[in-house]
């Protein structure tokens, strides 16, 4: 059964400090991964997809990593305005079009 | 470019009570999911379209809950009869078959309370 387990479920930052959010998955083969920013009382905002192990893509502050297993969201000398609950997403050759996300982190940056 | 819309944002009903939503999504987009997600969990695919086609509608709970898509572009989910547990926000996303990406669009939702 496809899953996808995100930790921690809270993270609070002072502002500058860095770092880093995990997306662990099980997928009968990955097409892609994704992460996307939800603010409270708003849907889903995309942010990155990845298709392979080793690739990297950067947004702003966000860097997004992938390896066979799991994902990482890293967050480099957060702002306030990055907090949000970040989600990450699989989706499964086979099944093209479903999302399976993980429950979310929710991260507060503090002035 | 106008993104997702859905409508209401807000709905309060009293359970047994049926309840729709609506949602318009980005032009062009032929792709249309709705997914339910309650508090503090990701989102649940409930059902997705190809045009006017249900392709996905295996999460649907079909003895309450329909949904259509005429002529591939609005679509609209409904429940009947609401029940205490189905109190959470309803999500409409809209995607472009064959796009490098995969993303999916998705509105502001719409959140519902059963009492």
Do not use: M
């Not at chain 1, 059964?1 to 959010?21: K, M």
């Not at chain 1, 009382?41 to 990155?48: A, T």
């Amino acid at each position: 059964e496809d899953q996808v387990t995100q930790s921690p479920e809270a993270l609070r930052l002072q502002e500058g400090e860095s770092s880093s959010l995990n997306c662990s998955y099980t997928v009968s083969g990955l097409r892609g991964l994704f992460w996307y920013r939800q603010d409270p009382g708003k849907g889903p905002e995309f942010l990155f997809t990845l298709y392979s192990a080793g690739e990297e893509k950067e947004k702003e502050r966000l860097k997004a990593t992938l390896t066979k297993k799991e994902s990482f969201l890293h967050i480099t000398a957060p702002k306030p305005e990055d907090s949000a609950t970040y989600l990450c997403a699989v989706q499964a050759w086979g099944n093209t079009g479903k999302l399976i996300f993980g429950q979310g982190t929710t991260l507060q940056v503090k002035p | 470019e106008a993104g997702v819309v859905q409508s209401p944002r807000y709905k309060i009903i009293e359970k047994k009570q049926p309840v729709a939503f609506w949602c318009n999504p980005i032009s062009g987009h032929n792709t249309l999911y709705w997914y339910l997600q309650n508090l503090g969990q990701g989102p649940e695919l409930l059902i997705r379209y190809e045009n006017e086609e249900a392709v996905d509608d295996s999460q649907l709970p079909k003895d309450r809950f329909s949904a259509e898509r005429l002529k591939g572009v609005d679509s609209t989910l409904k429940i009947q009869p609401a029940e205490l547990g189905d109190s959470a926000v309803y999500l409409c996303a809209s995607s472009l078959a064959g796009s490098v990406s995969n993303e999916q669009f998705f509105g502001p939702g719409t959140r519902l309370t059963v009492l």
